[in-house]
């Protein structure tokens, strides 16, 4: 399997089962003696709950995706073409299917079992609406290998319809500097978004954690209920073969009290005899 196909199926695969399986890969390549690939996949690192679930998106259900990244270059042209009418058209299309893959993308989570938080299902919403916005964007989300959610600094797309209206006007209106108050909350809020998604990922992570020990654990107790029946069934054979055992000592018992009243027989005929 080429690496794009391998990175592919494990940034699809649920969060806990990556660290594993990326080392199942790395080990089997450099048992075929591929020491490139083996350092590869080694590299690799394991998505956030967001960003695995629009990667999980993209490889379940692509038509979707590549018709969503399809709006976003009829956005753009109606953008450069001032076309305002056709912007507010395709901004209702933009706003109805971005819901809609949100909404997919939490569903198919929901199917590999991981039920996305809201903090985390805003992020691939962020996400979806950077690959809308960004060509490059949108051709990583179409590659299935996000490592973490994306973010999009420039012009949201229903903003553009009113861009596009105000560009028509005979004079745009100057853009207002922001008073140093408002400066300091901007920088402020830009933090706590920042503390968030930080904690988002520890959440994800301690998530991830806490699925995969709960599997583990449930993998032990089916291994000790599989013990248990060994031991039941080693503990019925040990009873039959203690039961035959039994009965073949209580059978020789009886063959040498028989052959030993023989013996004493032979004995006194013999000195009868004599």
Same mark, same amino acid.
């Given at each position: ?156 797309? *229903? $903003? %553009? /319809?009113? &861009? ?6 005979? !004079?745009? #209106?100057? =853009?207002?500097?922001?008073?140093? +108050? ?46 248990? *029946? $060994? %031991? /039941?069934? &080693? ?6 073969? !203690?039961? #035959?055992? =039994?009965?073949?000592?209580?059978? +020789? ?22």
């Amino acid at each position: 399997m080429e690496l794009q196909d391998l990175i592919r199926e494990l940034y699809a695969a649920a969060p806990a089962e990556f660290v594993p399986a990326r080392d199942r890969h790395a080990a089997a390549a450099a048992e075929r003696g591929d020491q490139d690939l083996a350092t590869q996949l080694k590299k690799l690192r394991k998505p956030t709950a967001a960003a695995w679930a629009v990667n999980l998106l993209a490889t379940q259900d692509p038509r979707s995706v590549a018709a969503f990244l399809e709006l976003g270059g009829k956005l753009r042209t109606a953008q450069r073409e001032l076309r305002g009418d056709d912007l507010r058209a395709l901004a209702a299309d933009r706003t109805r299917l971005l819901r809609e893959l949100t909404s997919r993308a939490t569903e198919l989570a929901g199917q590999h079992g991981h039920r996305l938080t809201e903090p985390t299902r805003q992020q691939v919403e962020q996400t979806l609406t950077a690959a809308l916005s960004d060509p490059e964007a949108g051709r990583a989300v179409q590659a299935g290998s996000l490592v973490k959610p994306l973010e999009y600094g420039g012009f949201g797309l *229903d $903003e %553009l /319809a009113v &861009a596009a209206i105000r560009r028509t006007a005979a !004079r745009p #209106k100057p =853009k207002r500097k922001a008073e140093p +108050r408002e400066a300091q909350r901007s920088a402020e809020l830009r933090e706590l978004r920042e503390h968030l998604r930080r904690t988002d990922e520890q959440l994800d992570e301690a998530a991830d954690s806490l699925e995969l020990a709960e599997r583990e654990e449930r993998e032990a107790e089916q291994r000790c209920e599989e013990l248990r *029946d $060994e %031991l /039941a069934r &080693a503990e019925g054979e040990l009873r039959e073969l !203690r039961r #035959k055992a =039994k009965t073949a000592r209580q059978r +020789r018992e009886r063959a040498q009290h028989d052959r030993d009243a023989l013996a004493e027989r032979l004995r006194s005929a013999e000195a009868r005899e004599r």
